[in-house]
């Protein structure tokens, strides 16, 4: 076949098409012309394409170069009439893409962690036996969580194997880095006792909620990071027996009117006298906090007399108690994130 033949066919096949597709006005009669031009099998491309063979060996670079070029013209005029028609002609012929009979998809709603509820829960227990909610920060100085609580510069609770001190920022001028004061995070709640006595006026019953840290080893009941509910009622004659009505009151609420507690001496450097206070579940006793007397040395570093206030102060683990009533036997799980898992306390 001659190659000036050839080209004609390709030319006038173009121009035919370009012409029909300018003027196509419904997906069915576009979709008629994709297959007239481009159909695999009888398209009018395609049956250009096998004359090629009979093209001489020399004129075969042009018109293969010219068969390239309509059959990518064909395309641009298809793709251009798609458009043109817009989406509504082609969903007459494909049917509708939003099909209102099926079945939704259900949004994943979240649930409120357990440890969140527990600490509502207890915000709400503690609110009707009066004592107001505060706040201290997580990021502290050893004032607060140590000094202020008379644990003295050696006491081993201070030992930073045993706390998460920070870094503390570097700085080239050696009088800034002995006057930066050390920072840690707060190992237990009783800051919070400091910031409010040294804040507030006398009497005050408060509780304060948040997190504490200790490195300690990932195990079934411990967990390097965990809650803590702090207590603190400061009062003319506040005696150990309003300590123990308090406590009693609360672990009825909070974890049921069969519930057993116990009261061990023991030993607080911010509390005089001291005990740990335990319930009893599944077979053994579990200690579930400390409390005792405000001890006068505290009272004394916040510049209260220990001779005209009294008070008591304790600290329960809020991860033992949300265990206990939600039946939770590994604190691990609390924190691994598995909505799975965290799903089934929903409420
Ligand atoms: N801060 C103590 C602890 O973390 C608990 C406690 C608080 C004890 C208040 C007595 C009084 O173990």
Not at 7 to 18: C, F, I, Q, V
Not at 109 to 134: A, C, D, W, Y
Not at 229 to 237: I, Q, S, T
Not at 260 to 283: A, C, H, K, L, Q
Request: hydrophobic letters at 40%; a negative charge; proline letters at 6%.
């Amino acid at each position: 076949m001659a190659l000036d033949q050839f080209l004609t066919a390709l030319d006038s096949m173009l121009g035919e098409a370009r012409a029909c597709l300018e003027t196509v006005d419904s997906a069915e009669a576009l979709e008629q012309l994709r297959v007239k031009y481009t159909g695999a099998k009888n398209g009018e491309l395609k049956s250009i394409q096998k004359m090629l063979a009979g093209i001489e060996v020399k004129d075969k670079p042009a018109a293969g170069k010219r068969f390239n070029e309509v059959r990518d013209g064909i395309e641009g005029a298809l793709e251009q009439a798609a458009q043109r028609l817009g989406g509504s002609s082609q969903q007459e012929s494909a049917g509708p893409a939003f099909d209102p009979t099926l079945p939704g998809l259900r949004p994943r709603l979240g649930t409120i962690h357990p440890i969140t509820q527990s600490l509502e829960h207890l915000k709400e227990i503690m609110g009707r036996l009066g004592f107001n909610v505060t706040e201290g920060p997580e990021i502290e100085d050893p004032w607060h969580n140590f000094v202020a609580l008379n644990i003295p510069e050696d006491h081993p609770a201070r030992d930073p194997l045993d706390n998460f001190y920070l870094a503390t920022a570097k700085s080239s001028d050696p009088a800034a880095q002995t006057t930066q004061p050390a920072r840690l995070l707060r190992s237990q709640t009783s800051t919070v006792q400091i910031r409010v006595m040294e804040t507030q006026s006398l009497p005050l019953r408060i509780i304060s909620l948040g997190r504490v840290y200790r490195p300690d080893a990932p195990d079934a009941t411990h967990f390097p990071m965990f809650h803590q509910m702090e207590g603190l009622w400061v009062d003319r004659n506040v005696t150990m027996a309003q300590l123990k009505s308090v406590l009693r009151l609360f672990a009825t609420s909070y974890l049921g009117g069969d519930v057993n507690i116990r009261f061990r001496p023991s030993f607080f450097p911010f509390t005089e006298p001291s005990v740990e206070v335990d319930y009893w579940w599944n077979g053994q006793w579990i200690e579930f906090g400390g409390a005792g007397m405000v001890d006068p040395n505290v009272f004394q570093a916040v510049g209260i007399d220990p001779e005209v206030w009294s008070g008591f102060a304790f600290g329960l683990g809020v991860e033992r108690l949300c265990m206990r009533r939600f039946g939770i036997t590994d604190i691990r799980d609390l924190y691994r994130s598995d909505v799975r898992f965290l799903r089934q306390f929903a409420t």
